[in-house]
Structures are given as structure tokens and as C-alpha cells.
T-cell receptor, first 113, second 117 residues
Framework: DAKTTQPPSMDCAEGRAANLPCNHSTISGNEYVYWYRQIHSQGPQYIIHGLKNNETNEMASLIITEDRKSSTLILPHATLRDTAVYYC??????????????FGKGTHLIIQP | DTGVSQNPRHKITKRGQNVTFRCDPI?????LYWYRQTLGQGPEFLTY????????KSRLLSDRFSAERPKGSFSTLEIQRTEQGDSAMYLC???????????????FGPGTRLTVT
């Protein structure tokens, strides 16, 4: 799986959009970008994933650059409950990709009231 | 809520003792994963099962660590002769493979926090 680089921490004001960047310059053509988050004292939670097109679901939007070397997770209206560590993970999505996830240290997002 | 459950949630043990943790996955999920998470780090993958078959165990941290899933439902993770360095959060996750959505979202439990004194 390709390596990812994320800032260790970020702040965002409540109600504003939180934009979390991730660099994955060595991503391969068959690797997807996944985002998980981990709220304090809980297990990680899946947020969203994508290959090359931008994706949106009820939790967030994922913007992947055209060269796929970086991506941004967007939480459109951050709330205090979005305070968590956010992990960007790159992995293949075939049968062989259904093994363990490789987590980095992630970005600790703190939503300020 | 029929999510992934783990027991116990907390375990304090003395160095040298054996400990066993249990994970109950989401009922229709055939894949089950174990991870370890130390303070300030992301989860570290240890092993996984598809039904009762253990498909990856080379990443178990040492031969003191073992996992089972005898009937393809719940799983146990055992650590023998615990050491202080084993103190960590042990997370379990499950997924459905193959997935009709063609991706493999893993659902995590709340974890078991182990403290070795």
C-alpha cells in the first residue's frame, strides 16, 4: 500500500468547513483513497473512499487531484462531535485488498466552539 | 445496536500472566480482523480470519500472541506471558467479503484496553 502524509493536527471553528489534506504521491493506479476517523476512546469509523472521481456522502466529501497524488477530506459544517483523529489510507480494492488496513498517525482535528 | 462488540473493555493484569480477549463481529460478516493501538499511534494490523480460516498471521507481534475463530463467528486473541510492552488498546473489526458495494469497509469495535503492571 502507498504511504500517506498528513499534518499532525488542525483546528477548525464550529460551523465552518474542515478541510483535511493528505499526500499520497506514490499511489498506484489500482489504489483507492480511504478515510477513517477515530473519536476518543472509540474504534475507527469509516467515512468515505474514492478512486479518482470526487465523492460525497452524508458525512463528508472527498476531493482527489487529477494526478491522484493528493486528496482533501471536507467536513462541510464541522461540529464539536467531529473532533477526532482522521486517517487517510491508500489501498487496493481487490480481493487481496480486503486484508488489514495500514494506519499512519493521522490528523488530530480539533473543532473549536 | 448489532455492531462489533469486545469483552472485556478493560483488563489489568500482572506481568507474566496470560490474557484472552473476545470479539463478536457483526453477525453476517465473514471477515474478522485484530489490531493493536498504542498511545499516539494509529492501529496496527495483527491478523485476520475469513470464516474460521486465519489468512494472515505473520504480523502477530510474537509467538506469545495467538488468535482463534473456531466456528467462524466470535474470535479470541490470547497473549501469553504478558509484558509491560503489551499494554495497549486491542481493536477488533469485521467486514463482509466480497461486498455487494465492491469495497471493503471495516467496522470496528470499541476495543479492549490492556494494562500490564
Amino acid at each position: 500500500d502507498a504511504k500517506t502524509t498528513q499534518p499532525p493536527s488542525m483546528d477548525c471553528a464550529e460551523g465552518r468547513a474542515a478541510n483535511l489534506p493528505c499526500n499520497h504521491s506514490t499511489i498506484s493506479g489500482n489504489e483507492y483513497v480511504y478515510w477513517y476517523r477515530q473519536i476518543h476512546s472509540q474504534g475507527p469509523q469509516y467515512i468515505i473512499h474514492g478512486l479518482k472521481n470526487n465523492e460525497t456522502n452524508e458525512m463528508a466529501s472527498l476531493i482527489i487531484t487529477e494526478d491522484r497524488k493528493s486528496s482533501t477530506l471536507i467536513l462541510p459544517h464541522a461540529t464539536l462531535r467531529d473532533t477526532a483523529v482522521y486517517y487517510c489510507i491508500v489501498r487496493v480494492n481487490s480481493g487481496g485488498g480486503a486484508d488489514g488496513l495500514t494506519f499512519g498517525k493521522g490528523t488530530h482535528l480539533i473543532i473549536q466552539p | 445496536d448489532t455492531g462489533v462488540s469486545q469483552n472485556p473493555r478493560h483488563k489489568i493484569t500482572k506481568r507474566g500472566q496470560n490474557v484472552t480477549f473476545r470479539c463478536d463481529p457483526i453477525s453476517e460478516h465473514n471477515r474478522l480482523y485484530w489490531y493493536r493501538q498504542t498511545l499516539g499511534q494509529g492501529p496496527e494490523f495483527l491478523t485476520y480470519f475469513q470464516n474460521e480460516a486465519q489468512l494472515e498471521k505473520s504480523r502477530l507481534l510474537s509467538d506469545r500472541f495467538s488468535a482463534e475463530r473456531p466456528k467462524g463467528s466470535f474470535s479470541t486473541l490470547e497473549i501469553q506471558r504478558t509484558e509491560q510492552g503489551d499494554s495497549a488498546m486491542y481493536l477488533c473489526a469485521s467486514s463482509l467479503f466480497p461486498s455487494y458495494n465492491s469495497y471493503y469497509e471495516q467496522y470496528f469495535g470499541p476495543g479492549t484496553r490492556l494494562t500490564v503492571t
